[in-house]
């Protein structure tokens, strides 16, 4: 009897973890990132190695467009002048959704070898001249709302809509020597200047985002997005890369790289009062991004 009960203890002992184990119940498992209970935020500050390509009126007088990021460096740093371009965008998520912001500032020149002078507006007349040099100021102000209509395995879709504020101020310099009708040009420095004065309107977007979760700390994000408002047509398209590289005290860093596209088609006024801004700007995008 004593040695069946010494059995029966020892069959206990070793059955006894796993019953233990089973009658414990599972660890609940992470939810995805998109659903993490509360809000998220993330920051970003990044540099647009902008490129612009398309065609330019200011007060009926227009240009052809065509100056890499190199030509707009050296037509203004090269120059003595300065070259101003700050970007910022924001994110803030909760659950499925997300509301953003992105801001834009530049101030460039761009000198002749990257303008072609086009005929005048319609109204005009021969009030053309060569064009020397292009100076204009742009500020470009995004807000909107995502909202993540679903996902399959690491890919997760998000629709997006919102409205997109543009502000520009432009300087376009003619040869004096081949400009006719100067009555309503300013002169100064030997040539004349056609000036826009402040331009601004607002168009509303709406598009759809693709982001995609490579590996741990590896992201992949695609988004594209069409527009019109007070532009005839604009649209939008950003692809980029982030690798997140350091996490301390709750706060993610993240390096990030890729290629940005953004096109208007914004007319306003006739003849000499005629403004048009027909470009894409394109270019490389770098950027250091902090979630928490």
């Known amino acids: 009897m004593r040695k069946r009960l010494t059995v029966w203890a020892g069959a206990m002992l070793l059955a ?13 498992q992470p939810a995805p990132p998109s659903f993490v209970p509360g809000w998220t935020f993330r920051v970003t500050p990044y ?9 330019q009126v200011v007060r009926g007088r227009g240009v052809d467009v065509n100056a890499s990021f190199i030509d707009i460096i050296e037509s203004t740093v090269g120059e003595g002048g300065s070259l101003v371009a700050l970007m910022l965008n924001m994110e803030a998520r909760n659950g499925r959704l997300a509301l953003f912001g992105d801001v ?17 507006a319609p109204g005009v007349g021969a009030a053309v001249g060569a064009a020397v040099d292009m100076q204009f100021q742009m500020a470009i102000l995004e807000a909107g709302a995502a909202y993540e209509i679903g996902s399959v395995g690491p890919v997760a879709i998000d629709v997006l809509a919102g ?6 101020k432009l300087d376009l310099g003619l040869d004096i020597a081949t ?6 040009l300013s002169i100064g420095r030997g040539r004349a200047i056609a ?27 695609f988004r594209g997005d069409l527009g ?16 997140d590289f350091k996490t301390t005290n709750g706060v993610t860093y993240s390096a990030v790289i890729g290629y940005k596209a953004l096109y208007v088609d914004y007319v306003q006024g006739s ?20 979630r928490f």
């Not at 006894?16 to 609940?28: E, N, T």
């Open 163 to 168: 409205a997109r504020y543009w502000y520009q």
């Open 228 to 243: 019109a408002g007070g532009s005839k047509f604009t649209w939008q398209a950003l692809a980029t890369y982030a690798y």
């Open 16 to 28: 006894g973890p796993v019953v233990a184990a089973d009658l414990v119940p599972p660890r609940a």
């Open 271 to 290: 003849g000499l009062s005629r403004y048009e801004f027909d470009m894409l700007q394109h270019g490389p995008v770098l950027g250091l991004s902090v």
């Open 179 to 184: 400009t006719v009708n100067l009555g309503d």
């Open 195 to 221: 000036r826009s004065g402040s331009v601004d309107w607002i168009d509303a977007f709406a598009g759809i985002r693709a982001r995609v979760s490579l590996a741990p700390n590896h992201h992949l994000a």
């Open 104 to 120: 834009i500032g530049e101030k460039i020149t761009i000198e002749r070898s990257g303008l072609r002078t086009r005929g005048p």
């Open 47 to 55: 540099g647009w190695l902008t490129s612009l390509n398309g065609s």
